[in-house]
């Protein structure tokens, strides 16, 4: 990650780049051993199908990308996505097709979750969970603390002076975000959908939509880990679990190891779905508390979309957040559009 912009200078492809020996890599970027050998392995399967409209030649989507140079490529696909979308909106409308619910997709709702799926044989009930979102107040005065910018080639891996704590409400007082709230940052399924969800922040950028992780516990070794190697945005501590309760109703949603995954199928699927991406895990901290994802609107207008992890490793459907949160752009477009004079909308029509 950190030779992102030194390779971007080079104007070489990627398999030129990967085709290079360890002493061009080492003389040319001034790359270490152990991140050469990092950036030119094939095996790796951490990497996240993008669409399309990203513009990509088709010779670059042949290779089989590392953590570095996924991450890289990540980087390029955002420059040249930005570049576009800022001079015309049609380019925003084709990169969103591919996210667009179709027809025939069951749209889950407002308050979404996975399945609830009968475990060992139906002698042991999914729990419940809420069926109406959390009201503005439960989430507004919650008292969060940033643990980490969003990541920049060349900043320090990880800030040593931390933000002082103070309330939710400011993370979106002028525009909307997506909240993914981690069970752990150590596990293998939370570390693949934060990855997954980040690698698509090209389109939330362009749809005006910022992007954190939150976490209920503040472990400093976990996030060293999990910063910016699965998620490069910001990570924030909630300091009272207020995010994870609002998504159980007022209380934590949890699960034991036992009945929630040694019995449950769906999340031993969801298990597999991440370990076969090749990601890394551990078992640090508390994993028994539910996670989930907000989508909160600007300003007071509340929390326009909400999902909660029933099952260990349940992910927010991505087409679902987008349609969210393209509605949310939308919406903020009509109504500046409406609060506009009558003087203003003929100049603008006239030019």
């Not at 097709?97 to 979750?113: H, L, T």
């Not at 103070?166 to 993914?180: F, I, Q, T």
């Not at 995954?261 to 991440?274: D, E, L, M, Q, S």
């Amino acid at each position: 990650m950190q030779y992102g912009d030194k390779l971007e200078a080079s104007r070489k492809s990627l398999p030129e780049l990967l085709n290079l020996s360890t002493e061009d890599l080492s003389s040319q970027f001034g790359m270490r051993r152990g991140h050469i050998a990092r950036f030119t392995d094939r095996n790796n399967k951490c990497t996240d199908p993008l669409p399309k409209s990203y513009g990509l030649p088709a010779r670059k989507l042949t290779v089989t990308p590392s953590r570095s140079n996924t991450i890289y490529k990540m980087k390029t696909i955002r420059k040249s996505f930005c570049r576009s979308s800022t001079n015309n909106d049609r380019s925003l409308e084709e990169s969103l097709a591919d996210f667009k619910i179709k027809d025939g997709y069951i749209f889950k709702g407002i308050v979404a979750a996975g399945p609830a799926e009968p475990r060992a044989c139906g002698c042991i009930q999914p729990p419940p969970v809420v069926d109406n979102v959390a009201p503005n107040s439960a989430i507004e005065n919650i008292s969060v603390q940033r643990l980490t910018p969003e990541y920049k080639i060349g900043m320090e891996r990880l800030v040593k002076t931390k933000t002082p704590p103070m309330k939710a409400s400011e993370l979106w007082r002028d525009k909307p975000a997506v909240l993914l709230c981690i069970r752990r940052p150590g596990c293998i399924m939370c570390r693949a959908e934060a990855h997954q969800l980040y690698a698509k922040k090209p389109i939330f950028d362009a749809l005006g939509i910022q992007m954190f992780a939150v976490l209920h516990e503040h472990i400093e070794s976990e996030i060293k880990d999990f910063w910016p190697r699965y998620w490069g945005g910001v990570v924030v501590f909630d300091r009272t679990t207020g995010f994870f309760k609002a998504l159980g109703g007022g209380k934590l949603l949890k699960d034991k190891f036992l009945s929630g995954f040694v019995f449950n199928p769906r999340a031993i699927a969801n298990y597999k779905r991440a370990k076969s991406m090749g990601i890394e895990q551990n078992f640090k901290g508390e994993g028994e508390i539910k996670g989930g994802l907000f989508i909160v609107g600007p300003g007071g207008t509340g929390i326009a979309y909400q999902f909660i992890e029933r099952n260990f490793g349940d992910w927010a459907p991505v087409a679902e957040v987008v349609e969210i949160c393209a509605r949310l752009k939308n919406q903020q477009q009509d109504e500046g559009d409406s609060s506009r004079s009558p003087q203003e909308h003929k100049c603008s029509g006239s030019s």
